[in-house]
């Protein structure tokens, strides 16, 4: 797997492209609002008006089945907000509220994840929790796992197991190219580098798994990279109205 940038491909009709996809649109089937698409490849999206979340999965000529959110999450980083990081232009399209639990804990953790979107590089993650802010992208390999499941090799550095825990989704906004459910739950697993500096993520949903490699960002590199003036160093506690309608 490459980046389209790598390819250096010219003549692209990228203005006629984006125009398509700016003109694609449909009224949301709980409030009749009108929802916008942006991507061909979109499988869940929220409605702008009354906040449900929007299976798309069987298309726009589809049975439009959605679920009720109360808005009970308002992101640090706002969506549409635009911010240049590693030299490139990105603007963020998705959010979610996600909260994790370690087999055989009574407590629950929360963190947020923002996914972010250029032209040319496709798509990127923000992720705010406790340990602080990082930016990864879903891996072009699987990392070998070893047989005893405690270490994880990617690009030749080797990560240790951090953590094992069931994660579900809480609340949702913003567009994505992948199903996204409310009460979605799925298996993760943890794995950081001697420095925590980077990590491995593995997150298995019926059957498939995805890998994501992040790097540590400071909040204040965020903040200034999208035009704000502080973000937290940690995500707040899980707002009570957030929860299945």
Same mark, same amino acid.
């Given at each position: 797997?490459?980046?389209?940038?790598?390819?250096?491909?010219?003549?692209?009709?990228?203005?006629?492209?984006?125009?398509?996809?700016?003109?694609?649109?449909?009224?949301?089937?709980?409030?009749?609002?009108?929802?916008?698409?942006?991507?061909?490849?979109?499988?869940?999206?929220?409605?702008?008006?009354?906040?449900?979340?929007?299976?798309?999965?069987?298309?726009?000529?589809? /049975?439009?089945?959605?679920?009720?959110?109360?808005?009970?999450?308002?992101?640090?980083?706002?969506?549409?907000?635009?911010?240049?990081?590693?030299?490139?232009?990105?603007?963020?399209?998705?959010?979610?509220?996600?909260?994790?639990?370690?087999?055989?804990?009574?407590?629950?953790?929360? +963190?947020?994840?923002?996914?972010?979107?250029?032209?040319?590089?496709?798509?990127?993650?923000?992720?705010?929790?406790?340990?602080?802010?990082?930016?990864?992208?879903?891996?072009?390999?699987?990392?070998?796992?070893?047989?005893?499941?405690?270490?994880?090799?990617?690009? %030749?550095?080797?990560?240790?197991?951090?953590?094992?825990?069931?994660?579900?989704?809480?609340?949702?906004?913003? /567009?994505?190219? +992948?199903?996204?459910?409310?009460?979605?739950?799925?298996?993760?697993?943890?794995?950081?580098?001697?420095?925590?500096?980077?990590?491995?993520?593995?997150?298995?949903? %019926?059957?498939?798994?995805? +890998?994501?490699?992040?790097?540590?960002?400071?909040?204040?590199?965020?903040?200034?990279?999208?035009?704000?003036?502080?973000?937290?160093?940690?995500?707040?506690?899980?707002?009570?109205?957030?929860?299945?309608?």
């Amino acid at each position: 797997a490459v980046d389209l940038e790598q390819l250096r491909l010219q003549g692209l009709r990228g203005d006629v492209s984006s125009k398509a996809e700016r003109g694609r649109h449909f009224n949301c089937p709980k409030c009749g609002g009108a929802v916008q698409l942006r991507f061909d490849s979109s499988k869940s999206v929220s409605c702008p008006s009354c906040g449900s979340l929007i299976d798309m999965s069987g298309g726009i000529g589809g /049975e439009l089945r959605y679920a009720e959110q109360r808005r009970g999450v308002r992101p640090q980083i706002p969506l549409g907000s635009q911010g240049r990081l590693d030299g490139l232009p990105w603007q963020v399209v998705g959010f979610q509220r996600r909260q994790g639990r370690e087999p055989g804990d009574d407590e629950s953790f929360v +963190w947020d994840e923002y996914l972010l979107y250029n032209a040319k590089a496709g798509f990127a993650f923000i992720v705010d929790s406790s340990d602080g802010w990082s930016m990864g992208r879903v891996t072009s390999g699987a990392p070998k796992v070893a047989k005893s499941g405690e270490s994880a090799t990617y690009m %030749r550095q080797r990560y240790a197991k951090e953590s094992a825990y069931r994660a579900e989704t809480l609340y949702v906004e913003g /567009e994505f190219y +992948w199903r996204v459910q409310q009460d979605q739950v799925t298996s993760n697993v943890d794995y950081v580098n001697a420095g925590k500096k980077s990590s491995l993520a593995q997150e298995t949903w %019926r059957n498939e798994t995805t +890998w994501t490699h992040a790097q540590q960002i400071p909040a204040q590199t965020l903040a200034e990279a999208f035009g704000l003036k502080q973000l937290r160093t940690e995500t707040t506690t899980v707002d009570q109205r957030v929860r299945k309608a």
